[in-house]
């Protein structure tokens, strides 16, 4: 038997049982609330459910918690409960307050006192009848219940003797969108926004609705609406209303709104010759504008402020600091409940890359640590989690160990910037996860990450967690169905940092695709092994995501980081790599830690492989404590990481008929791509270290291509070569184009045993065209296609560069095959190469 039939007898054994959502077509617009019907066995177990649902409150968010359960439950389980407002004469399942409650129920007290927005559920006599009953301090976490009452059904979990309390971890819970005015996202990658076009909130926010129930149910509780790169117009007087209209829309689900601004607005819309925060003026223009904005939106929850940031105007203007900027917002929101958001993201991106003590990554802790216990306790410090910026692999950053008397959130970045862009699987909860159990040694005991952002190591009123999230006007958010899954993560540690990324990834896939225990384990597999893939296909050893930092942060630059001032720096050149920041022999980063933390990355043998090249600069042929030297392991990982990306698609082949087509081939054509483009990661990086360490890889992959056909070595007709910068970023450093208008032709002749085959057809795919390609095996045309990737390129290079697989080919020696390219607009058919490999058995 071959192996083909065995994958495929396997599959069938795997599924045996099958699934039990129907496999309507499905956008993802849902996410993980599709409240799909159960199989009948387990819709058994709820038979006992109260048939009605009484909510004791008569706020918004009471009204919506009942709504949800009704939808919830009529999805799931086929039956309309019935909805009342007042004590009901028969068992119910109760909704309210614990003040509410207190009432109907005197009895009833929880084990634990409840914080905000925790809940719990439970069963008691309410009004002499059994009921099921959620309750909690206040309306929001009556509403988190609600939701954790429907996930315990969407997940097959028992309801009998339900006592169950739950609490946040932190009190802040919040995502962050970069969403201009105008209508993009910057770094966003799943379309435009849903708050804003064209300078104007949206007439439409049903999409805002619809997000803020996503939010809540996995438990975040405010939103900050518009890129920290602030357009200042969002406080002009005009703006307010509009902005009270996305309040509006957020307010039921428990989400509180608040924007980014610009430090620079009292100048810049307030009329003022000064923005400088000690001017009595500039305060008392703080103090009116958030005054007027509370009018508006009661609960709106404050401001994020990016400052003297990346070209941000910010306190340094007036020689004032960090602390003079935040207070004087904080004492203007302080009346009203609002906090400021002041981001630690402040660094000088015109250092001079010449002088070796220089070192951005110290730039948070530099320009903070002095300022500890100078801001006001409405002020929260929010610090990216690694020191450069949302890298694929960071050190944690040394400032969250280092504030004791100021609040602090974490950053973390839920869109894809530096991590494929939703183009390649990346599930991030495993490295938030490091990142937030990571102990600091901030103070006697275990200080793990997650303490110090939740305020619980110095005993902060408040702090926690930030997302930047970045969802678009796509129909299921994220653009990739699977990256939902960061989303989902996000706010589940946000939460409870304790829960483990497998029980994350497992629980969002049986929301998300249906609770089959095969396809749950393979999807959660690939989930969890998938930041490990990705990071050892971009970046090895810590050197940072080798990307190209100039531009679209997307395909390989490696050189991109280099001789500039943005501190992204890799320090590779042709003896060794890697950037020292030791204090015995470099910038002295490493003794922003505490004490046993430095001692670790302080030393070349204690700093972890996979950090290695962050702290040290080291040889090439250093021996790493996995036994290889440092660039042979940057070979292999390109390679054995390439090799797993093309696994996913297969992995992903195995659930076809489980999974609704719609969503089933959307993630299979990202898989496929990925699989490309990890190959042309792997070659630029591997290419670009082999000719500049001129040390050749023991196992003879980098440099070696004997399956390719280089398109200039072909027989062109019209297509003429061109040198592709950075030479590493295309196959030889050179590609081809079409220049006339009817077309051209690259040829070419097989010359292997007669078999079957597969063809890969790397070529580039610009968005400022379309081109069509055709190609043909003996004047047989056996494919073609249009190239029109939304892919963040608008010229030949590696974020261009893509394939496309033909299968299953009968080539003989001597078959002419030839590929022909019809340009358009910008885009002139560029051609790479031809791979042609036995098809697979
Ligand atoms: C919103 C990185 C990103 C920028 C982003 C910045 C920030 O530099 O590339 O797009 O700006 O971080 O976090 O402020």
């Not at 930041?531 to 930092?549: C, F, K, N, R």
Request: with cysteine.
């Amino acid at each position: 038997m071959n192996c083909r039939w065995i994958v495929a007898i396997i599959a069938a054994l795997l599924f045996v049982g099958g699934h039990v959502d129907d496999l309507r077509a499905e956008t993802g617009h849902e996410g993980w609330l599709r409240y799909a019907p159960l199989e009948r066995l387990a819709a058994q177990k709820y038979q006992t459910l109260p048939a009605s649902v009484v909510v004791l409150g008569d706020s918004e968010i009471s009204g919506v918690a009942q709504e949800e359960l009704l939808r919830g439950v009529r999805g799931m389980l086929g039956r309309t409960l019935r909805a009342g407002k007042t004590q009901p004469k028969e068992n119910a399942i109760v909704l309210g307050t614990l003040a509410e409650l207190r009432a109907a129920a005197p009895g009833l007290r929880p084990s634990s006192e409840l914080r905000e927005d925790g809940f719990w559920l439970t069963t008691g006599n309410v009004g002499g009848f059994h009921s099921l009953i959620i309750t909690a301090a206040n309306e929001r976490g009556v509403l988190y219940g609600v939701f954790a009452l429907l996930n315990k059904i969407a997940l097959d979990e028992t309801l009998t003797s339900l006592n169950e309390v739950q609490q946040p971890f932190a009190p802040i819970r919040w995502v962050d969108q970069w969403d201009n005015l105008d209508g993009r996202i910057e770094r966003g990658y799943a379309g435009r926004s849903i708050f804003f076009e064209n300078g104007s909130v949206r007439a439409d926010l049903t999409r805002v609705r619809d997000y803020a129930r996503l939010l809540a149910s996995i438990g975040i509780n405010g939103c900050a609406i518009n890129n920290v790169n602030a357009d200042p117009r969002i406080l002009e007087d005009s703006f307010l209303p509009q902005l009270a209209r996305i309040a509006d829309a957020f307010r039921p689900w428990g989400v509180r709104m608040s924007i980014s601004v610009d430090l620079g607005s009292p100048k810049l819309v307030g009329g003022l010759d000064t923005f400088d925060p000690l001017d009595a003026r500039v305060a008392e223009w703080w103090r009116t504008k958030v005054d007027e904005i509370y009018r508006l939106i009661p609960d709106f929850g404050g401001f994020v402020v990016k400052a003297d940031s990346e070209g941000r105007l910010g306190p340094s203007t007036y020689k004032r600091t960090p602390s003079d900027a935040a207070n004087v917002i904080a004492h203007a929101l302080k009346p009203h409940g609002g906090l400021v958001f002041y981001r630690a993201f402040v660094y000088n991106h015109h250092l001079d890359w010449r002088d070796p003590k220089n070192d951005r990554a110290k730039a948070a802790y530099d320009n903070f640590h002095p300022l500890d216990g100078k801001f006001d306790d409405n002020v929260i410090i929010q610090v990216k989690y690694g020191p450069i910026d949302f890298q694929a692999r960071e050190p944690v950053s040394p400032l969250l160990g280092a504030l004791q008397k100021t609040n602090e959130a974490i950053e973390l970045q839920i869109t894809q910037e530096y991590t494929g862009q939703q183009r390649h699987l990346c599930f991030l909860p495993p490295m938030w996860k490091e990142v937030l159990d990571f102990d600091m040694h901030a103070a006697d005991g275990r200080t793990p990450v997650r303490d110090l952002v939740a305020g619980k190591t110095f005993h902060r009123p408040t702090g926690g967690f930030v997302g930047i999230a970045n969802v678009g006007l796509d129909a299921n958010w994220l653009a990739h169905p699977l990256a939902m899954a960061n989303l989902y993560g996000f706010g589940r540690l946000a939460w409870d940092p304790n829960l483990n990324p497998r029980a994350i990834a497992e629980e969002w896939t049986r929301l998300t695709f249906g609770s089959d225990p095969s396809m749950v384990r393979t999807i959660a597999d690939m989930q969890l092994s998938s930041w490990q893939v990705y990071e050892s296909y971009t970046g090895p050893l810590g050197a940072q995501t080798l990307t190209d930092i100039l531009g679209s942060h997307y395909g390989p630059g490696i050189e991109s980081s280099e001789q500039n001032g943005w501190g992204q720096w890799h320090r590779a050149d042709h003896q060794g790599i890697g950037m020292d920041r030791s204090l015995a022999t470099g910038t002295g980063y490493a003794t922003q830690y505490s004490l046993p933390v430095a001692k670790l990355y302080e030393s070349v043998a204690t700093t972890p492989d996979e950090l290695l090249l962050f702290f040290h600069h080291v040889p090439y042929t250093y021996v790493l404590h996995s036994g290889k030297t440092v660039i042979q392991h940057i070979y292999d990982s390109h390679y054995e990481g390439a090799e797993r990306a093309a696994g996913y698609v297969q992995q992903w082949k195995l659930l076809q008929g489980h999974i609704d087509d719609e969503r089933y081939q959307s993630v299979l054509a990202r898989l496929e791509y990925q699989a490309g483009h990890a190959i042309v990661w792997r070659d630029a990086i591997c290419n670009y270290f082999l000719a500049l360490s001129g040390v050749p890889d023991t196992r003879g992959h980098a440099g070696n291509f004997p399956d390719r056909i280089e398109a200039e070595a072909m027989q062109l007709q019209g297509y003429v070569p061109v040198e592709v910068t950075p030479r590493e970023n295309a196959s030889a450093g050179r590609a081809i184009e079409c220049l006339q208008a009817q077309g051209c032709a690259a040829t070419f002749r097989f010359t292997r045993n007669p078999g079957w085959y597969e063809l890969d057809v790397q070529y580039f795919d610009q968005n400022n065209g379309e081109s069509r390609f055709r190609v043909l095996v003996n004047d047989q045309v056996v494919d073609q296609w249009v190239a029109n990737d939304q892919l963040p390129a608008t010229k030949i290079g590696a974020d261009s560069s893509t394939r496309r697989r033909i299968t299953g080919l009968a080539l003989r020696p001597g078959d002419q095959i030839r590929i022909e390219g019809i340009p358009d607009r910008e885009e002139h058919a560029p051609l790479d190469y031809v791979e042609i490999h036995p098809s697979p058995e």
